[in-house]
Structure formats: C-alpha cells, structure tokens
C-alpha cells in the first residue's frame, strides 16, 4: 500500500486547485487579448496574410493553452489514482464530482485535418 502522509493531500489540494486557476485566468486573459486586437485592428487595413498570421499565432497560443489544461487534468487524475491506492483512499479533500474520471476524459483528442477538396 502506497504510504501518503495526511498534510500532504491538502497541501497538494491546494495548489492543484491554484494552478487550474491559474491556468483559467491565462486563458481569459489571452481571450480578452484576441477581442481587443480584434478591435483595435478592425478596420486599420492590415494586409489579409498579415492579420491572418496574427489571428493564427494568438489562437495557435490559446490552444496550446488548453493542452497544457488537459495535462494538467490528465495528471490530477494520475494522483487520484495514487491516492485511491494508499492510505488516505477514505480521506475526501473536496474534489468536484466527475474529477475521478479525469485521467480518461483529458486525454487530449487527435484533430484531422480537413479534407482538401478539388474546386
């Protein structure tokens, strides 16, 4: 049996807790950047690749985002699974119903490309 000390849990807790929040303000923070470029290029007659090469680096940054989330879920579920196998398997620390599945639902899914068609 996996041996945890009690404080530790709640240590870890903690700053799981912190770093989903801190993930959650990097991503409103990187929406609220793309609305204000968006506004503050509207109209501005930027060439078309140039705004498209923009609009592609802020949301290629937003995603990369998400799939730092996603790890991060994929590797609280991992601790669950450890914790579910030790001594503290009764101790509940508060975690939100559904965050036991989290190792199977933040495994992140693979994107196809879009098939290319003939005009």
């Known amino acids: 049996m996996i041996e945890l000390k ?10 799981v807790r912190s770093a989903f929040a801190s993930v959650d303000d990097a991503l409103l923070s990187q929406a609220r950047m793309i609305v204000s470029v968006l506004e503050a290029t ?5 060439p078309a690749g140039q ?4 609009l592609r680096s802020m ?6 985002t998400v799939e730092g989330r996603a790890k991060i879920c994929s590797a609280l579920g991992e601790m669950l699974e450890i914790k579910k196998n030790s001594n503290l398997a009764p101790v509940g ?3 939100p ?6 190792k199977a639902s933040a495994e ?3 994107r196809k490309a ?6």
């Open 6 to 15: 009690p404080g530790a849990g709640m240590v870890v807790v903690a700053d």
């Open 42 to 46: 509207q109209n501005a007659n930027i």
């Open 51 to 54: 705004s498209q090469r923009l």
């Open 59 to 64: 949301t290629d940054g937003m995603s990369s």
């Open 93 to 95: 620390y508060g975690c």
């Open 97 to 102: 119903v559904g965050w036991e599945d989290l």
């Open 108 to 110: 992140p899914v693979e």
């Open 114 to 119: 879009p098939a290319k068609t003939l005009a």
